[in-house]
């Protein structure tokens, strides 16, 4: 392996992952839903009783943006909005029935995924692997 393109094939090998993950997701849950909507319900299955202010922090996109994709994602039935008791204009993002079903999907896919990775690797490589990418993510933040 070549040092110098070491940080760059580290890259390239998580985009390539992080890709083969969605399909792999997405096949297995069979959702239609967008880029977006597949990241904004994970967000809200993270982060519960977020408001659409936080998420839209979070994903790093205007407000009216996460407004449009909360409005399609009501529509369908895969959250809800609920009012703050004490502040009337305030409210955050609940999970609604195909909200909840999507969860569930999500966790037997990860449930699965687990097991793929128990079975092909050991404790110690997962333990040193998962210590790597939490460090990788520091140094990112950084930037």
Request: a negative charge.
């Amino acid at each position: 392996m070549d040092n110098e393109n070491l940080p760059e094939q580290i890259n390239q090998t998580l985009e390539e992952l992080w890709i083969l993950l969605e399909k792999k997701e997405r096949a297995y849950t069979n959702f239609n839903l967008n880029n977006q909507q597949y990241t904004l319900l994970t967000l809200i299955i993270r982060h519960p009783s977020s408001t659409p202010t936080e998420l839209a922090e979070k994903m790093n996109i205007t407000k009216s943006a996460i407004s449009q994709q909360l409005v399609r994602l009501e529509t369908e039935g895969y959250i809800y909005r609920k009012q703050h008791p004490e502040d009337k204009r305030a409210f955050s993002v609940e999970l609604g029935e195909k909200g909840l079903l999507y969860k569930s999907e999500m966790e037997r896919f990860m449930q699965q995924i687990s097991e793929k990775y128990y079975a092909s690797l050991s404790f110690e490589e997962l333990t040193n692997f998962l210590s790597a990418l939490q460090k990788l993510t520091l140094v990112i933040d950084e930037l």
